[in-house]
């Protein structure tokens, strides 16, 4: 009767042991995940490095399966095909969890199934890759290969290359970036989320805490650690400012330009500082780096637009008015101070926002003309300025009949490889 027992238990193991272990080579069938087209829309050498980070983690479910077999066999007891049993579910959510790793990437690259958006993207991979070796390469760190990707939404994000990925054992194979549709043709936003890459490998965050802090401590010890909590934002926000200039800035408050419950927000814990002090933040980067300029008026039109009398909660309240006059020296400190992670050089030291001032734009555009637009040697060495230069008009100059997305659009398809629009 043991024996019966025994074997109906086996036979039902064999069973499910078989369909997840032909799941996981069915995951191995890359081209079945994510179109050939999209596949073709990514550069070779990040293509082959997606590739070969999904097909390590199939081989690994793969290899767990053939030894869970080969316990299955050698298992004659019930207390035996009990712990087979045990490994068959770790199995199984083993595999639940390289699913969702491999997934994560199939949908990131069928974004790149139109030939158009691929191109785009992949102009979005040269900036954000440009953007981090700026810093990157000076210090000797190796500079990650960039995935962007197409979602909805308000924000970007980032899944930061060398982090485990689900299934606990891969580690991610580029910095991959989601870009919003709406911001698509003005990708600045994908350089904040360089900037979390950036600071994720030097260690920035860490100081800026410290330099933030310092810089609050004035309005007192409570209102400076809610400043060293927001580190990990605040240096996304400079990353960016440092590469598009006022650009960044502009994009950076549309985004933000939520309704009064959103922007007087203060969530403990959340790493973003609350929308009200962030906008005020960077238009006193610009203000630190540049003097007065039109980021002044986007101060008082937000100022006016979310009077602080309107935020619903006196804490709060008490926190933001408090803060406020602090904003200077925090933007100098972010900006100015040297720190152990750039080898004792503050930021600007390795990307200096002067290069994406106002007047240094204009230089730039006068000097090199429509080439600046249709060079692909000038898109490839200058596409960060380009992006700063297009950021800024389109933040300050009336809008031509025809918007300022056509232009944006054809240098953005050019610099990916792509075909611009007829003109």
């Known amino acids: 009767m043991q024996r019966t027992a025994v074997d109906a238990t086996r036979a039902q193991l064999a069973r499910q042991l078989g369909h997840w272990t032909a799941a996981a080579d069915r995951l191995g069938a890359l081209d079945d995940l994510a179109a ?3 596949w073709a829309g990514l550069e070779q050498y990040l293509g082959v490095a997606v590739r070969r980070a999904l097909t390590e983690a199939v081989s690994g479910l793969r290899t767990r399966g053939h030894i869970l077999r080969t316990a299955l066999r050698a298992a004659h007891s019930p207390a035996e095909l009990d712990a087979v049993r045990r490994r068959l579910l770790e199995f199984r959510q083993g595999y639940l969890r390289a699913e969702t790793s491999i ?4 949908d990131a690259v069928n974004t790149r199934t139109s030939p158009h958006i691929a191109a785009l993207l992949r102009a979005c991979d040269s900036l954000a890759q440009r953007s981090m070796a700026a810093v990157l390469d000076p210090l000797l760190k190796p500079v990650p290969a960039v995935l962007t990707y197409l979602d909805n939404g308000v924000g970007a994000a980032i899944l930061k290359a060398g982090l485990r990925l689900w299934d606990g ?4 194979p580029a910095a991959t970036i989601k870009v919003t549709r709406h911001s698509l043709l003005c990708p600045t936003s994908v350089l904040h989320e360089c900037g979390h890459q950036v600071a994720f490998q030097t260690g920035w965050n860490e100081e800026a805490a410290t330099l933030l802090a310092r810089a609050a401590a004035p309005a007192g010890p409570d209102v400076a650690a809610l400043w060293a909590g927001w580190a990990s934002e605040i240096t996304a926000d400079v990353f960016a400012f440092a590469h598009a200039g006022f650009g960044a800035v502009a994009n950076l408050h549309d985004v933000l330009s939520g309704g009064p419950a959103y922007v007087f927000r203060l969530l403990p814990g959340d790493p973003h500082p609350v929308a009200w002090l962030r906008v005020p933040l960077n238009t006193a980067l610009c203000r630190h780096a540049y003097g007065p300029g ?17 935020c619903p909660d006196p804490e709060t309240r008490e926190f933001l008015a408090a803060s406020l006059p602090r904003l200077p020296a925090l933007a100098a400190a972010v900006l100015d101070e040297p720190l152990a992670a750039f080898a004792g ?8 926002p002067q290069r994406v001032s106002p007047q240094a734009l204009r ?7 429509p080439a600046l637009y249709t060079s692909p040697h ?7 300025r380009l992006l700063a230069l297009t950021g800024w008009r389109a933040a300050t100059e009336p809008e031509p009949a025809a918007g300022p997305a056509a ?8 610099l990916g490889g792509g075909a611009a629009p007829a003109a």
């Not at 000038?378 to 960060?384: A, D, R, V």
Request: hydrophobic share 50%; proline share 9%.
């Open 36 to 38: 050939p087209a999209a």
């Open 294 to 310: 039109p980021w002044n008026a986007l101060e008082r039109e937000w100022l006016a637009a979310y009077p602080l009398a309107d």
């Open 407 to 414: 232009g944006q659009e054809a240098w953005l398809l050019r």
């Open 378 to 384: 000038w898109l490839w060495n200058e596409g960060l």
């Open 103 to 106: 997934e994560f990437y199939a």
């Open 363 to 369: 230089e730039l555009a006068a000097r090199l003309g």
């Open 345 to 352: 050089r503050p930021l600007t030291a390795l990307v200096p």
């Open 169 to 172: 054992s891969t580690e991610s």
